[in-house]
């Protein structure tokens, strides 16, 4: 049998009926003390990627300086995730990983998907004693993955879109006195800068001729990355009005494209698209 979780000591003294967690959540503001309690800040493993390519976005939180000598712990907390510019890079949110908190279903929730941004992502710190006192605490990290050369903004606030959750943040203080609510943002922000894609595939080239002088097969391999789009194109002349014209069934994503040619010669590149 599962065991029941002691709610904190400030919990009990509002919710002499031993309210469910979930609604312990969303207590009254009123009986709270408001301000900038909870400090977020966001790193990047890089802020500079190229198209393809994933870095992941890292959300701490930290109990306010001023706050942190009387209190217990980071007791929940509800925030958004915005990107400024989806087009140049996306967040894989069904890849959020949330390494510190509870992650009890009734509580927690890894956001839903607005456009190119998450919202409601939310959890509870009940198992981690000091979370956020002495260091930040991790609340959560999500890979994001190059679209398009540009910059977007990755920006953390106060959570919205749960009917129910008002509170961004519950900070439980030590002993029997209110629970302290509020993040401060002002930290919150970072750029991602995407560039066109790294160094170009090796393109190796593999001719077996044909019998009876039927043309050759070509066959053509790369190496390849998840996200990008990859085209073989050829043409027969090097004159500067020769069109370079692309194989069938492309994106050729395999890494491997064979073409029979009859063409006393014939030259082919790689095309690397998003």
Known sequence: MKQQRELPS??????????LLSACLCFLVAAT???QVAVVTVQLDTNRVAIGEITTLHVFAQIASAQRTNADRIFSWYVDLLNDNGA???LKGDELV???SDKDPPTSSPGTIDGGNWRGIYDTFINLAGAGTDTPVELFSVPAQGVA?????FNVQAGSGVPGLAADFIVAPLGNGDALIGGDYSAASIALQVIGPGTPPKLNINVVALPLNQGQTVTLTFATTAGLDYFIEYRDSLSADAIWLTLPNGPHNSGMVSNISTARSRFYRLRVGN
């Not at 400030?10 to 309210?19: A, D, G, H, T, V």
């Not at 050369?149 to 903004?153: A, L, M, S, V, Y």
Request: glycine share 8%; no cysteine; charged share 30%.
């Open 10 to 19: 400030f919990m009990k003294e509002k919710s002499p009926s031993r309210l």
């Open 33 to 35: 003390a408001i301000g």
């Open 88 to 90: 140049v890079a996306k």
């Open 98 to 100: 949330k390494p510190s």
């Open 149 to 153: 050369p540009g910059k977007t903004t």
